[in-house]
């Protein structure tokens, strides 16, 4: 079956023979096609896709399937361009943006198309995107835009079974289908062609207009990610600073002020565990301005404690985010040759 009303577009820069042609086999094995798939070819030397034998046939095969399908020349300022021109020059009333690297397993655009179109007040829907060498399974991860700075998108959280749904403030870019009446304010022209934080501002933008933003968690895209290839060749320093800077000017405009965390590690005993949950008013008092998140093995010994800048996690969770051994009571109490008891020294380690 064609969607008539879906174009898919992919901007791709120095993975034409690597990556590229799995996310055109991958396009072609969908349940429901789009009508349409246009190929921005960024590369710096623009060559006939057809000199590909693989990319040829599979060009050939979407002309049988009835695709219509567009190599166009990109304007080698990056991505964002690119994207731009395809939201200002499409035709259909849904684009389906793809990253080059993308491996779109066969019922992607079937379960987003649904979606989208099951709500006109739905502006942009994405499904969960996992790097399968390196799968994600933190609890702590968010899609909130105050949670921007914790750098775990709740997309890129591998899981099993069924589906969900789940209205989100701003998507992951790798993959995702908006309607084109939800994106009249464009894309943020002003970043560099590495185009980092581009997809955020994007969606961000069209959840501030009041659309709603679906993540479909656990419909799998899976992103093949290189280590070079695309953005990722691309060594200037400054064009990552430059659109970080854009970005923070940006969440002033928006007036979000981004969540500030302190992390806390008990590798310890469940008796520790109690004697940490004695100084935890105090952390409470002093950091009452900040999300509090306790990564434990024993999480049941903090039944009662219902505060809501309280999350506590697996120590697999929070380990990226501490250093185990400057949180390591008994180490301090050794070092120190402390004589004092031990929530005394939970004290001078954790305040």
């Known amino acids: 079956m064609i969607l008539k009303d879906v174009t898919a577009t992919i901007s791709t820069r120095g993975r034409t023979n690597t990556t590229l042609p799995l996310v055109l086999s991958s396009l072609l094995s969908q349940t429901v096609k789009p009508c349409k798939v246009i190929v921005f070819d960024d590369n710096d030397t623009f060559a006939d896709p057809r000199t590909n034998d693989v990319i040829n046939n599979i060009l050939a095969a979407f002309t049988l399937a009835g695709i219509q399908w567009y190599w166009i020349p990109g304007a080698k300022t990056g991505q964002v361009t690119n994207h731009e021109n395809a939201r200002k020059t499409c035709d259909t009333a849904f684009i389906w943006r793809i990253d080059d690297d ?8 079937e379960v987003l198309y649904n979606t989208i179109t099951s709500d006109d007040k739905i502006g942009a829907v994405g499904p969960s995107i996992v790097d399968p060498k390196s799968p994600m399974f933190s609890k702590l991860a968010s899609n909130k835009m105050d949670d921007i ?6 997309q890129w959280v591998y899981t099993t ?28 022209m002003s970043l560099s062609r590495k185009g980092h934080r581009e997809e955020t501002i994007f969606t961000y933008e069209m959840f ?23 953005i990722r060749s691309e060594k200037d320093d400054r064009m990552l600073q430059s659109d970080e800077m854009v970005f923070r000017n940006k969440m002033r405009e928006w007036g979000v002020a981004a969540n500030s965390y302190k992390f806390y ?4 005993g469940r008796g520790d565990h109690y004697a940490f949950k004695q100084i935890l008013p105090d952390i409470l008092k002093r950091y009452r301005d900040f999300k509090i998140v306790i990564g434990c093995c024993y999480a049941d010994c903090f039944w009662d404690i219902n505060e809501e800048n309280v999350t506590f996690c697996s120590l697999a969770d929070a380990a990226p985010f501490v250093n185990a051994e400057k949180q390591n009571t008994y180490k301090f109490m050794f070092e120190n040759n402390w004589k004092g008891n031990l929530v005394d020294a939970m004290r001078k380690v954790y305040l």
């Not at 789940?166 to 304010?185: D, M």
């Open 265 to 268: 590690y008990l590798d310890s």
């Open 161 to 188: 079974g069924k589906p969900t749904l789940k209205e989100v403030e701003h998507l992951q870019g790798s993959t995702f289908i908006y309607r084109v009446t939800a994106a009249t304010h464009g894309y943020e």
């Open 102 to 109: 993308n491996m779109l397993l066969p019922n992607n655009l």
């Open 149 to 154: 700075y914790l750098g775990l998108n709740e």
């Open 208 to 230: 501030k207009a009041g659309w709603k933003l679906i993540a479909v968690l656990g419909l799998i895209t899976w992103h093949f990610h290189y280590q070079t290839g695309g």
